[in-house]
Every structure is written in structure tokens, then in C-alpha cells.
């Protein structure tokens, strides 16, 4: 069995929605971000077993919100039932699968993520998302989720951590500490 086949689409479906997967348009989206996000709610909507066509409501709740409010509801809607013939011929199962298959090759699938509030270095700019995945470490716009800066990891970083206590309630935080060497 393939192990994407295997994960469900409801652990990566909130970083999705979140549009952390790649990058938000500041303009516009191309046509082809257009189809491809409209067939990935298409699946969406396939995959709960569903055989009407969704409504706008639905289908903003399969969009990403950035993604969404940059073009019109009626749009979208006309976007995925587009898709739909395609769709509807599959199973809720092969739904999922296709729905995780077209995620995986989008550039952010398969980072864990992490809100950085501050940093002492400068290169890295502040507020901002860390990505980490197994191309290394990518520091992405809050806004757009553009990457503004990159380290290549030429090792599984060791970060230290040890919780400092506190009386007044904060959300965790940590040090990290990484040390990277220019490519070879």
C-alpha cells in the first residue's frame, strides 16, 4: 500500500486551508492555480461521499482563504462544477487519494510549520513561518508565504529545548540554535 494512500487528508487539510502548501498571489491567480485549487475542492466535496453540486458556502469552506477572496464566489462555483463530471466517476476513496496525490507536489507538502514572532538575526525576516521539511529550513512571508529566505541543512538539526517555567501564561516557545555551512 502506498503510504500516501495511507494518510488522511484531515492531517494536511488545515495547512492547506491555511494556503501554507504555496504562495498566495499578491494579484490575480493564473489560470492554472485557478483550475488546479478548483479541482482540489471538486475532490474535496467527492471525497464526503457528496454527489450534488456544492454550494458557494461549500466551496469557500474547500478554498483556501487567501485564494478565496481574490476572486468571486459564483466563480469559484462555476470553477469546480467544472470538475465535476471528472469527479463524481470516482469513488470517496479514490477522491481522497488524488485530492492527497495533487498536494503532494505542491512545494510546501509534507513541512511541519511554525510561527516565528522574533529573531535575532536579520537575514531572517520577522514575523514570519518557518518551514521545515526535508529540503531544509524556509522562512516564508506571512502575507504571501513566499520563501524570503532558504538554508539547505546538511544534517537533521539538533535543537535544544528546555521549557522555561513561568507564572504568567505565554505561548511555548524555543531557542534554536543552527549553525549552516555554504553548499559543497
Request: net charge positive.
Amino acid at each position: 500500500m502506498n503510504m500516501l494512500s495511507s494518510l488522511s487528508p484531515t492531517v494536511v487539510l488545515p495547512d492547506y486551508l491555511k494556503g501554507l502548501f504555496s504562495s498566495v498571489p499578491a494579484s490575480r491567480p493564473s489560470e492554472q492555480l485557478l483550475q488546479q485549487v478548483s479541482k482540489l475542492a471538486s475532490l474535496q466535496h467527492r471525497a464526503k461521499d457528496h454527489f450534488y453540486l456544492p454550494s458557494v458556502r461549500e466551496v469557500q469552506e474547500y478554498i483556501p482563504a487567501q485564494l478565496y477572496r481574490t476572486t468571486a464566489g459564483s466563480t469559484w462555483l462555476n470553477l469546480v462544477s467544472q470538475h465535476r463530471q471528472q469527479t463524481q466517476a470516482l469513488s470517496p476513496h479514490q477522491a481522497r487519494a488524488q485530492f492527497l496525490g495533487l498536494l503532494s507536489a505542491l512545494p510546501m507538502f509534507g513541512s511541519s510549520f511554525f510561527f516565528i514572532q522574533s529573531c535575532s538575526n536579520i537575514a531572517v525576516p520577522a514575523p514570519c513561518i518557518l518551514a521545515i521539511n526535508h529540503n531544509g529550513l524556509n522562512f516564508l512571508s506571512t502575507e504571501t508565504h513566499v520563501s524570503g529566505l532558504s538554508l539547505a541543512l546538511p544534517s537533521p538539526p539538533s535543537v535544544p529545548w528546555s521549557p522555561t517555567p513561568s507564572k504568567r501564561p505565554r505561548p511555548p516557545a524555543a531557542e534554536a540554535q543552527f549553525h549552516c555551512l555554504p553548499p559543497s
